[in-house]
């Protein structure tokens, strides 16, 4: 390690900073004004980068076609992003936020099968910038001269955007309508432009990122979720919409990463430390120490922050005959799905995933809905859960029966530890602080090769012999999770369930009457990874083996879309969502290469039609049915 190589890293830092800030300072002036969480937003930096090489493998011969190259790559994403607002984000404007994020996820699947079936599936680097093709000498290290032209972008475009925030009429309606926007609308602000003018921005932003990383970046799917998590860690360690603190936080994450990188592998003290893998979590690291100690961000304000964007609920009914019923069928037929082996051999294996999912949908429902704690990273639990239990067997010896206890209940004090620090915040910042949490864990066991097995997963892992057949395993699996099931819904009618619906509802009120709210988050977000973590058991002894990919941010998402499906604010959503997910899935597979298009295009129909999720869309229709029907012998009554 010389200082020669840490300055040339620290520059690399420094070129690096402009896109990430592009990239960050789009989606944060569109949360700013609009309160979308935009899931889609990697995607756009995707088809920018995508939509760059296009354009300039076809008019990049020349210095003006490159650059105008690069120039309309942004401004035909920002078409793409004034389409997906005025089409689709505006019918869901007044959507709860998680619905936002599973409606902004399917353009995600979307996006991703449509650059496939465009660009193919191959990496595609794209030629070098006219004129800034070489590199120069930086204390005896050679240095890209497109990266010097990268580090000016950043400072002139955050220079562009005060300009424009702080001295135009434009600006004006916008750093307004962060604040109130019904007041806005009250002055005669038409805010339907004002927010489509908004996405237009920042989807050029994004768009104009994903382009100047072109010459150093190859285009490939994929690149959506890489930085998508980089972009949300930006923008929450600056500050919900701060665009300064946006510039300050790409800054201050791509010199640690550089600085990482610099550091390589240290000895100490006869440890040997491999500080170039933090480059993998280094943001998420940043994420826990602001939100820990500055919730609001480095420039963010405080009162953003502290406030409970969870809406007020209707109250949750005790079963009635007709769900009785109805719990008992589905129980039957789920009994009965082993005698159909014979003639259906793949139902039994995609009834247990839907089992198992079910019990993660289920506990996630649990702080999601009743408890009104968003979060991003509930694989963790499941994850953990599932490495417990498979280093308890290959490590101790153990059987499956103590794991079945033992693994939980280390899942439980990890979202014990997780938790303490997560109570603290709600709404957007809580969410993006289980993320980074999920994040570390899941680099964690990706790259402790030695005792996790890294990237390979660990194997070998099945049930004793008394539960070896298929039919055994199934049956133990549908006990387990029915069990669960009912214990999660009588918590939630036990005193310690009313007492966590009322710190959702009124955080205030409740502390006014006696509840220590943030005491019964903690338990609930205790018990919730309880119970994640024995899906995760379940889900190893079912499969064998066990990877990464169980505590990855796209597990948690997908538990994310199973409650949103079945609906929130149903205790039948997680159950309804999850069998849906489940055979929606493996359908949809299972009769095109491109199923993640076809998966997103339900996933966007269903949210448009039914906004309250299945099982709340059908709730609500039996709701009126029954007042109809109360009026009508009413009416009749009063005649006779």
Same mark, same amino acid.
């Given at each position: 390690?010389?200082?020669?190589?840490?300055?040339?890293?620290?520059?690399?830092?420094? !070129?690096?900073?402009?896109?990430?800030?592009?990239?960050?300072?789009?989606?944060? /002036?569109?949360?700013?004004?609009?309160?979308?969480?935009?899931?889609?937003?990697?995607?756009?930096?995707?088809?920018?980068?995508?939509?760059?090489?296009?354009?300039?493998?076809?008019?990049?011969?020349? !210095?003006?076609?490159?650059?105008?190259?690069?120039?309309?790559?942004?401004?035909?994403? &920002?078409?793409?992003?004034? /389409?997906?607002?005025?089409?689709?984000?505006? +019918?869901?404007?007044?959507?709860?936020?998680?619905?936002?994020?599973?409606?902004?996820?399917?353009?995600?699947?979307? !996006?991703?099968?449509?650059?496939?079936?465009?660009?193919?599936?191959?990496?595609? /680097?794209?030629?070098?910038?006219?004129?800034?093709?070489?590199?120069?000498?930086?204390?005896?290290?050679?240095?890209?001269?497109?990266?010097?032209?990268?580090?000016?972008?950043?400072?002139?475009?955050?220079?562009?955007?005060?300009?424009?925030?702080?001295?135009?009429?434009?600006?004006?309606?916008?750093? !307004?309508?962060?604040?109130?926007?019904? #007041?806005?609308?009250?002055?005669?602000?038409?805010?339907?432009?004002?927010?489509?003018?908004?996405?237009?921005?920042?989807?050029?932003?994004?768009?104009?990122?994903?382009?100047?990383?072109?010459?150093?970046?190859?285009?490939?799917?994929?690149?959506?979720? +890489?930085?998508?998590?980089?972009?949300?860690?930006?923008?929450?360690?600056?500050?919900?919409? @701060?665009?300064?603190?946006?510039?300050?936080?790409?800054?201050?994450?791509?010199?640690?990463? &550089?600085?990482?990188?610099?550091?390589?592998?240290?000895?100490?003290?006869?440890?040997?430390?491999?500080?170039?893998?933090?480059? #993998?979590?280094?943001?998420?690291?940043? #994420?826990?120490?602001?939100?820990?100690?500055?919730?609001?961000?480095?420039?963010?304000?405080?009162?953003?922050? @502290?406030?409970?964007?969870?809406?007020?609920?209707?109250?949750?009914? +005790?079963?009635?005959?007709?769900?009785?019923?109805?719990?008992?069928?589905?129980?039957?037929?789920?009994?009965?799905?082993?005698?159909?082996?014979?003639?259906?051999?793949?139902?039994?294996?995609?009834?247990?995933?839907?089992?198992?999912?079910?019990?993660?949908?289920?506990?996630?429902?649990?702080?999601?809905?009743?408890?009104?704690?968003?979060?991003?990273?509930?694989?963790?639990?499941?994850?953990?859960?599932?490495?417990?239990?498979?280093?308890?067997?290959?490590?101790?010896?153990?059987?499956?029966?103590?794991?079945?206890?033992?693994?939980?209940?280390?899942?439980?004090?990890?979202?014990?530890?997780?938790?303490?620090?997560?109570?603290?915040?709600?709404?957007?910042?809580?969410?993006?602080?289980?993320?980074?949490?999920?994040?570390?864990?899941?680099?964690?066991?990706?790259?402790?090769?030695?005792?996790?097995?890294?990237?390979?997963?660990?194997?070998?892992?099945?049930?004793? $012999?008394?539960?070896?057949?298929? %039919?055994?395993?199934?049956?133990?699996?549908?006990?387990?999770?029915?069990?669960?099931? /009912?214990?999660?819904?009588?918590?939630?009618?036990?005193?310690?369930?009313?007492? #966590?619906?009322?710190?959702? $509802?009124?955080?205030?009120?409740?502390?006014?009457?006696?509840?220590?709210?943030?005491?019964?988050?903690?338990?609930?977000?205790?018990?919730?990874?309880?119970?994640?973590?024995?899906?995760?058991?379940?889900?190893?002894?079912?499969?064998?083996?066990?990877?990464?990919?169980?505590?990855?941010?796209?597990?948690?998402? $997908?538990?994310?879309?199973?409650?949103?499906?079945?609906?929130? %604010?149903?205790?039948?959503?997680?159950?309804?969502?999850?069998?849906?997910?489940?055979?929606?899935? $493996?359908?949809?597979?299972?009769?095109?290469?491109?199923?993640?298009?076809?998966?997103?295009?339900?996933?966007?129909?269903?949210?448009?039609?039914?906004?309250?999720?299945?099982?709340?869309?059908?709730?609500?229709?039996?709701?009126?049915?029954?007042?109809?029907?109360?009026?009508?012998?009413?009416?009749?009554?009063?005649?006779?």
């Amino acid at each position: 390690m010389d200082a020669s190589g840490l300055i040339v890293q620290l520059l690399n830092g420094l !070129a690096g900073t402009s896109s990430l800030f592009l990239v960050a300072a789009g989606l944060s /002036l569109i949360f700013g004004v609009t309160r979308i969480i935009n899931f889609a937003h990697g995607s756009l930096y995707m088809l920018g980068i995508y939509i760059a090489y296009s354009l300039t493998s076809w008019l990049g011969a020349t !210095a003006l076609g490159f650059w105008g190259s690069l120039i309309a790559a942004g401004l035909m994403v &920002a078409a793409l992003g004034v /389409l997906i607002e005025i089409f689709l984000l505006r +019918r869901i404007y007044r959507a709860p936020e998680l619905f936002q994020l599973l409606a902004t996820f399917a353009l995600v699947l979307i !996006a991703s099968d449509a650059a496939h079936w465009f660009w193919g599936p191959e990496d595609l /680097l794209g030629m070098q910038a006219p004129g800034l093709e070489g590199a120069v000498s930086v204390l005896g290290r050679m240095f890209p001269t497109y990266n010097i032209f990268l580090m000016v972008v950043g400072p002139l475009v955050l220079l562009l955007l005060w300009w424009l925030l702080n001295r135009t009429r434009w600006g004006t309606f916008v750093r !307004a309508a962060t604040q109130d926007k019904e #007041m806005l609308g009250a002055l005669g602000v038409n805010q339907a432009w004002l927010f489509t003018g908004v996405f237009a921005l920042g989807s050029f932003l994004v768009g104009l990122g994903g382009a100047l990383e072109l010459p150093n970046e190859p285009a490939s799917l994929g690149l959506d979720m +890489r930085i998508i998590g980089d972009a949300f860690a930006v923008v929450v360690v600056g500050g919900m919409g @701060s665009i300064t603190g946006a510039f300050l936080a790409a800054l201050l994450i791509t010199e640690m990463k &550089a600085i990482c990188i610099w550091l390589g592998t240290v000895h100490i003290a006869g440890l040997q430390i491999e500080f170039s893998q933090l480059t #993998m979590v280094v943001e998420f690291l940043i #994420m826990v120490l602001v939100l820990v100690f500055r919730p609001w961000g480095l420039l963010g304000r405080e009162q953003a922050a @502290s406030r409970n964007s969870a809406p007020i609920e209707a109250p949750i009914r +005790r079963a009635g005959p007709f769900l009785k019923v109805a719990a008992c069928l589905l129980l039957a037929l789920l009994l009965a799905v082993p005698l159909l082996e014979n003639d259906y051999p793949y139902l039994m294996i995609l009834m247990q995933d839907a089992l198992i999912a079910v019990l993660f949908a289920a506990s996630l429902h649990f702080i999601t809905g009743p408890a009104g704690m968003h979060t991003f990273g509930h694989a963790a639990y499941f994850g953990l859960g599932a490495y417990a239990a498979a280093l308890l067997v290959l490590k101790t010896g153990l059987p499956m029966e103590a794991t079945l206890v033992l693994a939980p209940l280390v899942t439980a004090f990890g979202a014990l530890v997780y938790g303490w620090f997560c109570v603290r915040l709600s709404g957007i910042y809580l969410a993006m602080l289980t993320l980074a949490f999920a994040q570390i864990t899941w680099s964690v066991v990706f790259q402790w090769d030695s005792f996790t097995g890294g990237s390979n997963g660990l194997i070998g892992l099945w049930p004793p $012999d008394w539960l070896g057949s298929a %039919q055994a395993y199934y049956y133990f699996t549908l006990v387990i999770v029915a069990g669960s099931v /009912l214990v999660l819904r009588r918590l939630l009618f036990s005193p310690f369930g009313y007492a #966590m619906r009322a710190g959702r $509802d009124s955080a205030l009120r409740s502390d006014a009457i006696g509840i220590h709210v943030k005491r019964t988050q903690w338990l609930a977000f205790i018990i919730a990874g309880l119970f994640a973590g024995l899906a995760g058991v379940l889900y190893v002894y079912s499969k064998g083996s066990v990877s990464p990919e169980e505590l990855h941010i796209s597990k948690s998402i $997908d538990g994310l879309v199973m409650v949103l499906l079945g609906g929130v %604010q149903s205790l039948l959503g997680p159950i309804v969502g999850a069998f849906s997910y489940t055979l929606l899935h $493996d359908y949809v597979v299972g009769i095109t290469s491109y199923w993640k298009a076809l998966f997103g295009l339900v996933i966007l129909l269903l949210v448009l039609l039914f906004p309250q999720g299945i099982a709340g869309f059908f709730s609500t229709f039996s709701s009126y049915w029954q007042k109809s029907r109360a009026g009508k012998v009413g009416n009749t009554g009063g005649r006779s």
